[in-house]
């Protein structure tokens, strides 16, 4: 943990761009101790802030033994993300965290894993993917499945390209709708599902994305008999303090600063979908 409340300097060591409003940042610590001991998990988040502008929350997608670097992708949106995409080598920022809890690997680890994931929000996964390609002989099948609303929004075609010639390991591609020479399935990620062949009793499923896919998603999973323990989804809300004192983040009775952004289908499946929530 580099702090909760006051932001650590960190430098932009290498500026990826993405897409057109899509760059993938990677960071060190400049302070010499807290970078050689920041550690995280693959799901936790970092607060970035940037001087006189504001602060926002962003997923890690590194693999936690990147040499103590770490990276976020960010897309520009919004008043602190623009300028956060427009930074370059060399450009400083604060970071604050990391923050949450991450994804079960642990539990999944001798286990089939299934990855979904929906629109572009598929970040909080990518450290997921990252950390079981580097320890494939200690998962089972590994199934990733990314849906998009347009074939144009599809980042990191050349890192599923790679995943897919991974042993044991199926990779499934969908857009509502398909621009030229799109070489993958058209619809929604549901329907890919009919091709990932799982086994209920021996898979762990993560998934991320827009709240109705992930409803339709854990509707299907739960109809081919997976139990809810089993089944993992990151939630997004509104994030300020990453400490559980604003509230903003508040699903009915959790913080999901605190107590996720990822739980079980246990936990939260109940909630999914709930106006005013």
């Not at 500026?15 to 799901?43: K, M, Y």
């Not at 399935?185 to 009793?201: K, N, R, W």
């Amino acid at each position: 943990m580099i702090g909760t409340r006051v932001p650590a300097e960190a430098e932009v060591v290498e500026r990826v761009q993405e897409s057109p409003d899509i760059v993938t940042l990677r960071l060190r610590l400049c302070d010499p101790a807290l970078h050689q001991g920041f550690e995280f998990a693959p799901g936790q988040f970092n607060m970035l802030y940037l001087y006189g502008v504001g602060e926002v929350p962003i997923s890690i997608v590194s693999d936690p033994t990147d040499s103590h670097l770490f990276d976020h992708t960010i897309r520009a949106v919004g008043r602190v993300t623009r300028p956060l995409s427009a930074l370059h080598a060399g450009a400083r920022l604060g970071v604050r965290g990391p923050f949450g809890r991450g994804w079960p690997l642990e539990a999944a680890r001798g286990r089939d894993v299934l990855i979904a994931t929906g629109g572009i929000g598929c970040a909080p996964v990518v450290s997921v993917i990252h950390y079981v390609m580097r320890r494939r002989e200690q998962f089972g099948r590994v199934v990733i499945m990314q849906g998009v609303k347009h074939s144009s929004d599809m980042i990191w075609r050349s890192q599923y390209e790679a995943w897919a010639r991974e042993p044991d390991t199926q990779v499934l591609l969908a857009a509502d709708e398909a621009g030229p020479a799109w070489p993958w399935s058209v619809g929604q990620i549901t329907a890919l599902l009919g091709e990932a062949h799982l086994v209920a009793e021996r898979t762990t499923a993560m998934m991320c994305g827009p709240e109705g896919m992930m409803i339709a998603v854990l509707k299907e999973l739960r109809g081919r008999g997976m139990a809810d323990e089993d089944i993992w989804l990151t939630m997004e809300r509104s994030m300020k303090c990453a400490i559980g004192e604003c509230g903003h983040c508040q699903l009915g009775p959790h913080f999901l600063c605190r107590q996720g952004p990822v739980f079980d289908a246990a936990e939260i499946g109940h909630l999914l979908g709930v106006r005013g929530l």
